[in-house]
């Protein structure tokens, strides 16, 4: 009976290990929404399961759903780099897969100008701390922060932390450095937090396949105690598997395994 829990629980944990929801998410490094012309960055496609093959594609004013490696940007699995940046590199980035499911998307923003705002590209949490720095290309200088076209603070380091975020806080972002000038506006995008505080989203992963296969679980407990049952009433032919009954085929193999298992254990 031990052995045969045991197998149970390894056919169990393996169909929980089988089937990954294909998901991706993009980020970018280093992490920034604007770029000034002529740095690099690169961007990647975190992925839960390494067979999907996504493909990196953005939109520009110049040209849609182009896919990186080809006009743009060098490709390396699933991660993609563009070496020299200029302003038409300015647009809305994401991953795809080859079925055409999408990732979250990322807006980043070249410039030729003499300013930049470093706000954070992903969404932020509500709650948490978001810093922005706004910076010329050699130094942090003393800069007014914007929101939505009003100046909300000048801030003598150049650099703006807004604490404990809130959905008010979610708006267009720029700065501006007297004598240097101004930054493009970039977005910022607030989420809420997960409903339980630590649980991360692999729970509801694992949840979803639970699930999902349960119903493979009781089938295959079902149909071993079944056999079970017949090979202890003595009844050995019955249990022999008829070539076009792979359910009895199965079990056989089952049985083969633990009689291996019982081996080891006596
Ligand atoms: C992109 O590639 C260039 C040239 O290989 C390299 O110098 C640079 O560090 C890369 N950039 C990033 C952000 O990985
Ligand atoms: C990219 O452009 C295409 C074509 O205009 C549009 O259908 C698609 O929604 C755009 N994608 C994003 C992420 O903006
Ligand atoms: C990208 O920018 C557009 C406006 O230019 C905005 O509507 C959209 O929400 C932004 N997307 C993200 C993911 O920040």
Redesign the pocket.
Known sequence: MMEETSLLLLLFVSSLLCCTTNQARLTVSPSS?QFFEDESFSLSCEEDDSSGGWLLRRNTTKRQMSQCGVKWGRSAGSSCNISVTAPWDSG?YWCESREGATS????ITVTGGPVILQSP?L?VMEGDDVTLHCKTKTSNLPADFYKDGSLIRTEPAGHMTIHHVSKSDEG?YKCHISSHGESPP????VTDPPPTSGAPPLVFRLAYRLVVFSPYFISTLLMMSLYRHRTTGNDISMATPLPNQPAEGLAEEYDDIMEVTTEHHF
């Open positions: 929404s809305v979250n998307s990322i807006n590209v969404p267009l970039s977005w910022i995008t």
